[in-house]
């Protein structure tokens, strides 16, 4: 569904299609909207691999402006790309550690939105993020993204909670925020049902 009728469907159901000061607000209470889904979720859809090429002498690499929480971090051969090597979290301290020990293994933490990386790596490597991306921002000039296309639904349900929550009609911001809550708790239960179907493992004799 595009932004268009998504906002025309919630300011209907609101009956506050004519209401200048409602309608003028729209995308900030879609901004709101995203804000709490952000928060809440962590679907597939949001998931991106990213490789970034690495810069001899540096160990500190800025995070995808998208980036909300990262799922998986290794390195590999540039040029190859192969001989993956995975990282395991440490904190700020303990990364300043191993760097001044020259500690063996692959180490990585997060500062001031930043990734952190010991040992630094040269040119030759690659380092490959696997991360939870925010949700494209639904506006009239970007009209849809895959939470418009697949689950419209909860968009409209935070739009009329936002929109009550603005016009100050509690009873009915209450019941839509039960329903956009509900319709994000079932968006992550079918994700954990799609991640995790299929047939069973199975292990070959001979």
């Known amino acids: 569904m595009l932004y268009a009728d998504i906002v025309d469907m919630a300011l209907s159901f609101a009956d506050r299609s004519d209401n200048t000061e409602v309608t003028s607000r729209v995308d900030n209470m879609l901004k709101l909207v995203e804000s709490k889904m952000n928060r809440v979720l962590a679907a597939q859809k949001m998931s991106t691999i990213v490789s970034i ?37 440490t904190s700020p301290e303990q990364i300043a550690n191993a760097s001044v020990n020259k500690a063996t293994g692959n180490y990585y933490t997060l500062v001031n939105n930043a990734l952190q990386i010991w040992p630094i790596l040269d040119a030759t490597k690659n380092l490959v993020l696997t991360y939870f991306g925010r949700i494209t921002p639904l506006t009239s000039l970007n009209s849809s993204n895959w939470m418009s296309t697949i ?21 009915a911001m209450a019941a839509w925020k039960a329903r956009f809550e509900e319709a994000l708790g079932d968006i992550d239960f079918q994700d954990s049902k799609s991640t995790w179907s299929g047939p069973a493992l199975t292990t070959k004799q001979g």
């Open 53 to 89: 090429p690495c810069v001899a002498g540096q160990d500190i690499y800025s995070l995808p402006t998208d980036y909300l929480m990262l799922k998986d971090i290794y390195n590999i051969d540039a040029t190859l790309l192969t001989g993956k090597a995975e990282y395991s979290y």
């Open 151 to 171: 689950y419209p639904d909860c968009y409209i349900f935070g739009l009329l909670m936002e929109i009550n929550a603005f016009v100050k009609d509690a009873e």
